[in-house]
């Protein structure tokens, strides 16, 4: 064993029940290396990252950190011992400052009182290594999701941690967000720490990465340098065939189609200058594309009901509806899935079944029976129909990988058979398969007639789904691009610019 050698993972294995998750996986990583881990949800990302971070225990295989073998018993021991884990949904205290957040669990004391001044010593101790400014005595809750993730990877150079990985740690940041903390990354690994990153977005591994590894189906298929693959040979590893482009939908007489809903003058909120005007029509998909800030998802939320616009109308099928609310908004065929997967989206403590169940009883189930041979027959058509892998309707959703979840909510969404579906970063955190599997969803939908709005922050998945798609600048539409005309390209140019004088 080599001195450099930071974690050494070999044979490691793990199942749940009949279901083999992880199977003799090798995975060797040095202090100073990037090391990214791909694979498709269900290929067995999760469940090595929480068997080397001690939330849960191998049924065979060793992990050594530096040399040693260890057995963690719990995510604090391995946190102790210098693994530490920064999590797609972040685990702060939105009610706690951030020199709290970052030394919670281990605050210092002086006698029967906290020693706030150790606190803070230790708290800029991480930041400073980040080489950041954070400040240690404001609320983590009134941050940027930005700075939130700053805080937790504070956390573990707080703490001295000799392997941090990051899981999705980009997927709700903006494009300058990304670039600071593939900077930042590669600072770190600089300093002599060794990190595992775990993401979807291959258009970041070259940037973020020197080796990756790719799992499949609980298995190891390649480790290799970054620089010695494409992305086309790597999403084939990923999914296990060759990885298409998603056809480009047809330019379709879409504006012929019935309208079925309507913004006019739309304004979400007093920040936002501005509002927003637009139809959409039967069986077409429309792209809302902007910044982080633009207004697009509160869009969205004004229309379902979450919140209160300032002002302007929504029109369905030609009835303005006011006073709307989810459940209302529910019953009169509109559904929406929240960017937020965790904290709106599911219900953490209920099953699958019981998720993709709850918007259909009363609407197109009974209101109050729960017909337990009905519900299982949709549950089943549901989780087939939607791919979603979990070894059984009655397995909590909790414990399914973020794609699986958010195909879930998907599903959930559907099952009230609505005519308008709003959909808010629908694949954030899902897999190149999986969102290949929610883009043919989305144009089936398309098909039959239902009415799609699309937001997302990845502008090069706008092109492969969508119709049309709106420019949105602080809660203005500021122009139209074909869905044939578009590009990840122009829309960035747009989004950024402002320039409409040839979108329409």
């Known amino acids: 064993m080599t001195s450099d050698i930071a974690l050494d993972v070999t044979k490691l294995s793990k199942s749940y029940g009949a279901v083999r998750a992880l199977h003799a996986v090798d995975v060797r990583v040095r202090f100073g290396e990037v090391r990214a881990l791909l694979g498709k949800n269900g290929a067995g990302k999760s469940t090595f990252v929480n068997l080397v971070s001690g939330a849960e225990r191998p049924d065979g295989g060793t992990i050594r950190l530096s040399g040693q073998e260890v057995h963690w018993q719990n995510p604090g021991e391995a946190r102790d011992g210098g693994i530490s884990v920064v999590h797609q949904e972040l685990s702060l205290v939105p009610y706690l400052s951030v020199a709290e957040n970052i030394c919670l669990g281990r605050w210092e004391r002086r006698g029967l009182r906290i020693d706030r001044n150790a606190m803070a010593e230790r708290a800029r101790k991480g930041i400073d290594a980040l080489g950041v400014d954070l400040p240690l005595w404001t609320e983590v809750g009134r941050l940027s999701l930005a700075q939130q993730q700053l805080v937790e990877i504070a956390k573990a150079v707080a703490y001295d941690a000799r392997v941090l ?136 939320e004004a229309i379902f009901g979450i919140t209160s616009p300032v002002s302007g109308r929504v029109r369905l099928r030609g009835k303005e509806i006011r006073r709307r609310t989810p459940a209302r908004m529910l019953g009169l065929g509109v559904a929406m899935t929240p960017e937020d997967r965790k904290g709106g989206g599911i219900v953490a403590p209920r099953s699958v079944a019981e998720n993709l169940m709850l918007s259909a009883r009363g609407r197109t189930l009974p209101r109050y029976l729960i017909r337990s041979r009905t519900e299982a027959g949709l549950v089943r058509n549901a989780i087939g129909s939607l791919g979603i892998a979990t070894s059984s309707p009655t397995k909590l959703i909790s414990k399914l990988s973020g794609g699986n979840q958010q195909k879930a909510v998907i599903g959930r969404a559907l099952a009230c058979q609505p005519t308008v579906v709003l959909l808010d970063e629908p694949t954030r955190g899902v897999d190149l398969h999986a969102k290949s599997q929610i883009y043919d969803l989305i144009r089936s939908l398309a098909a039959t007639g239902v009415a799609v709005v699309f937001v997302s922050s990845e502008l090069d998945e706008l092109p492969e789904v969508c119709d049309r798609v709106l420019i949105i600048r602080h809660g203005e539409i500021t122009g139209e691009v074909d869905g044939s005309q578009a590009t990840p390209e122009r829309l960035l140019a747009l989004t950024i610019s402002g320039d409409n004088d040839d979108a329409r």
């Open 165 to 300: 990985i990051l899981d999705e740690p980009t997927s709700a940041l903006n494009a300058r967000e990304v670039d600071e903390l593939i900077d930042l990354v590669r600072r770190l690994a600089g300093s002599g720490m060794a990190v595992i990153y775990v993401s979807h977005r291959m258009q970041e591994i070259p940037r973020a990465a020197d080796t990756m590894t790719v799992l499949r189906d609980g298995e190891e298929v390649a480790t290799m340098a970054t620089a010695d693959a494409s992305a086309a040979q790597v999403a084939a590893l990923i999914a296990g065939e060759a990885v298409t482009r998603n056809r480009q939908p047809e330019s379709a007489e879409l504006r012929a189609a019935p309208v079925v809903l309507s913004v006019e003058d739309l304004r979400t909120s007093r920040r936002l200058a501005g509002a927003a005007t637009f139809d959409l029509h039967a069986g077409e998909v429309l792209g809302l594309a902007g910044v982080l800030g633009s207004g697009r998802s509160e869009i969205l």
